[in-house]
């Protein structure tokens, strides 16, 4: 397998290609993601490069480095072996205080010469630190060292933590915004969530390995240019790098590594609202992957949304207590207020939480049996008011699990409520800098 570059207005992305059945299949990617397929014929070869009739793409074999301020998005599902084998070992490191390089050989199943190749490299990059002890060496995560930083938004704040690669929380700060409540972000927007951060945070001395940002789902799609310009402005406030991750991504492997009742166990979590998902089996990720469709029900849906509907009918001039509850503002929707008002017994509210939780048990249902995770978390926000909820949900998936599963999942809210996302993202980045093998 030959890999590539292409050129397509002024970007360099990886390509891979196999020639197959007399037509070339290109798998494109960005940061080790997967991020496009398609067949095509090559129309001519000019030494090493292809043209194709593929919205006139360009591909050669040389190689460029990405630029330090372009997004980059924390890799889920790594393929590539020594990458497993480096989360293989990561996963036994994060999961004891201390451990030998013996226990290491014997929990991984790797080599005694693999696993101290691993262990000098994380050594050399500070990540861990080894002592002797009785001729046989003791390693354990860095934490003295420098930091991991996490962002993440919620309605209307934004949480800050640092940890350090132990995985223990050395600060966390929250800075309350403005710009959220409409789900829309804009530059200007941008600009005072970077002034504020500037100005109220204290860890601009600290010296970070990366750090990560987690957007909520309704403000993920930010236009290109206005990201780069956001990762631009975060690394130089930080001077760090800076990774991506989607809310419920970072939430749902913050809740499986740091929540109460969840702490290391392979979980499905889904985001209240949303209605995304994302399935954490020791340190690989399922994320929604339009390609595949067994993780369809992964993916945010439009016509379940609490919030969204809510503020549908608020501008139809359906009654409901909602109404007063912000004011007439529809922007000042949350899904809090919503539950709040069917507690009270408001029938529209009452009938929008019915209908998302059913519908959200069905989704869970439906991948409990496909990945037979036995843990449901979900999160996405506070959870106050909202037994009849959860109650709800718990209804629809027993409809639709598998015979023999009905009533033996557990299906729990989240204990890390808005600093999920933020405390996930820091999460993140140490798995991500144990991939770099």
């Given at each position: 397998?030959?890999?590539?570059?292409?050129?397509?207005?002024?970007?360099?992305?990886?390509?891979?290609?196999?020639?197959?059945?007399?037509?070339?299949?290109?798998?494109?990617?960005?940061?080790?993601?997967?991020?496009?397929?398609?067949?095509?014929?090559?129309?001519?070869?000019?030494?090493?490069?292809?043209?194709?009739?593929?919205?006139?793409l360009i591909?050669?074999?040389?190689?460029?480095?990405?630029?330090?301020?372009?997004?980059?998005?924390?890799?889920?599902?790594?393929?590539?072996?020594?990458?497993?084998?480096?989360?293989?070992?990561?996963?036994?490191?994060?999961?004891?205080?201390?451990?030998?390089?013996?226990?290491?050989?014997?929990?991984?199943?790797?080599?005694?010469?693999?696993?101290?190749?691993?262990?000098?490299?994380?050594?050399?990059?500070?990540?861990v630190?080894?002592?002797?002890?009785?001729?046989?060496?003791?390693?354990?995560?860095?934490?003295?060292?420098?930091?991991?930083?996490?962002?993440?938004?919620?309605?209307?704040?934004?949480?800050?933590?640092?940890?350090?690669?132990?995985?223990?929380?050395?600060?966390?700060?929250?800075?309350?915004?403005?710009?959220?409540?409409?789900?829309?972000?804009?530059?200007?927007?941008?600009?005072?969530?970077?002034?504020?951060?500037?100005?109220?945070?204290?860890?601009?001395?600290?010296?970070?390995?990366?750090?990560?940002?987690?957007?909520?789902?309704?403000?993920?799609?930010?236009?290109?240019?206005?990201?780069?310009?956001?990762?631009?402005?975060?690394?130089?406030?930080?001077?760090?790098?800076?990774?991506?991750?989607?809310?419920t991504?970072?939430?749902?492997?913050?809740?499986?590594?740091?929540?109460?009742?969840?702490?290391?166990t392979?979980?499905?979590?889904?985001?209240?609202?949303?209605?995304?998902?994302?399935?954490?089996?020791?340190?690989?990720?399922?994320?929604?992957?339009?390609?595949?469709?067994?993780?369809?029900?992964?993916?945010?849906?439009?016509?379940?949304?609490?919030?969204?509907?809510?503020?549908d009918?608020?501008?139809?001039?359906i009654?409901?207590?909602?109404?007063?509850?912000?004011?007439?503002?529809?922007?000042?929707?949350?899904?809090?207020?919503?539950?709040?008002?069917?507690?009270?017994?408001?029938?529209?509210?009452?009938?929008?939480?019915?209908?998302?939780?059913?519908?959200?048990?069905?989704?869970?249902?439906?991948?409990?049996?496909?990945?037979?995770?036995k843990?449901?978390?979900?999160?996405?926000?506070?959870?106050?008011?909202?037994?009849?909820?959860?109650?709800?949900?718990?209804?629809?998936?027993?409809?639709?699990?598998?015979?023999?599963?009905?009533?033996?999942?557990?299906?729990?809210?989240?204990?890390?409520?808005?600093?999920?996302?933020?405390?996930?993202?820091?999460?993140?980045?140490?798995?991500e800098?144990?991939?770099?093998?």
């Amino acid at each position: 397998m030959l890999r590539l570059m292409y050129i397509k207005f002024g970007c360099f992305q990886k390509l891979d290609f196999e020639k197959s059945m007399g037509k070339l299949s290109f798998y494109v990617f960005y940061d080790g993601l997967v991020i496009r397929t398609f067949d095509c014929k090559v129309r001519r070869v000019l030494g090493d490069f292809f043209l194709t009739k593929k919205a006139g793409l360009i591909g050669g074999i040389h190689m460029e480095k990405s630029d330090k301020n372009n997004v980059r998005f924390f890799r889920t599902h790594p393929e590539d072996e020594r990458v497993q084998q480096s989360l293989r070992i990561f996963s036994v490191l994060k999961r004891n205080d201390s451990v030998t390089k013996k226990d290491i050989v014997s929990r991984t199943g790797l080599s005694d010469s693999v696993v101290e190749e691993y262990i000098e490299f994380y050594k050399k990059k500070g990540l861990v630190e080894v002592s002797d002890s009785e001729n046989e060496k003791i390693i354990v995560l860095n934490k003295n060292g420098k930091k991991v930083l996490g962002v993440g938004f919620a309605r209307g704040e934004c949480f800050l933590t640092v940890s350090s690669m132990d995985g223990s929380l050395q600060r966390k700060e929250r800075i309350e915004l403005d710009v959220f409540d409409n789900g829309h972000l804009k530059r200007k927007d941008i600009k005072n969530i970077l002034s504020k951060i500037e100005e109220e945070t204290q860890f601009k001395d600290i010296k970070f390995h990366a750090a990560g940002i987690a957007l909520q789902e309704n403000v993920e799609r930010i236009k290109s240019g206005d990201t780069k310009f956001f990762i631009k402005e975060m690394n130089r406030v930080f001077n760090c790098r800076f990774f991506s991750a989607r809310e419920t991504t970072a939430a749902g492997y913050g809740e499986r590594d740091f929540g109460t009742q969840t702490k290391g166990t392979d979980i499905l979590f889904m985001h209240l609202d949303a209605g995304a998902g994302v399935i954490v089996k020791d340190e690989i990720i399922f994320e929604a992957d339009e390609g595949d469709a067994d993780r369809a029900y992964l993916r945010p849906w439009n016509q379940f949304g609490i919030v969204e509907t809510a503020q549908d009918l608020l501008e139809k001039g359906i009654g409901t207590s909602i109404v007063d509850m912000v004011h007439g503002n529809k922007d000042r929707v949350t899904l809090e207020i919503v539950l709040k008002a069917a507690d009270g017994g408001d029938e529209v509210a009452k009938d929008l939480v019915k209908r998302s939780a059913l519908a959200l048990g069905m989704r869970a249902a439906y991948l409990v049996n496909m990945f037979t995770t036995k843990t449901v978390i979900l999160g996405g926000g506070k959870q106050e008011n909202s037994e009849e909820f959860i109650k709800h949900v718990r209804d629809g998936a027993n409809k639709f699990l598998l015979t023999g599963l009905a009533g033996k999942i557990e299906i729990v809210f989240g204990s890390l409520e808005n600093e999920a996302s933020s405390l996930g993202v820091g999460g993140l980045c140490r798995r991500e800098l144990f991939m770099e093998v």
